[in-house]
């Protein structure tokens, strides 16, 4: 499964599934990134970490590790 880690920049992509748990997939969810929203992903930073996202109106910005584990086709 691809993962939105993975997306390359300039591409978008459609939230399939978070597979976090506890805190971090209820921020992740309170940031608007639910399943079945579509996620542009604007820039990545040279080594990846964080990573900036256009979802549901506003940039977001996301750590590699909840990046990880967002599901995305």
Same mark, same amino acid.
């Given at each position: 499964?691809? *993962?939105?880690?993975?997306?390359? !920049?300039?591409? *978008? /992509? *459609?939230?399939?599934?978070?597979? &976090?748990?506890? !805190? ?12 079945? !929203? *579509? /996620? ?12 900036? /996202?256009? /979802? ?8 590699? !590790?909840? &990046?990880? &584990?967002?599901?995305?086709?």
């Amino acid at each position: 499964m691809l *993962t939105l880690k993975d997306v390359p !920049s300039g591409e *978008t /992509v *459609t939230v399939v599934k978070i597979n &976090a748990e506890g !805190s971090m997939r209820r921020r992740i969810m309170d940031m608007g990134i639910t399943k079945g !929203s *579509t /996620v542009l992903v604007r820039k990545v930073a040279p080594l990846g970490d964080p990573m900036e /996202v256009y /979802v549901r109106g506003y940039e977001l910005s996301l750590r590699k !590790s909840e &990046a990880e &584990a967002i599901d995305v086709e």
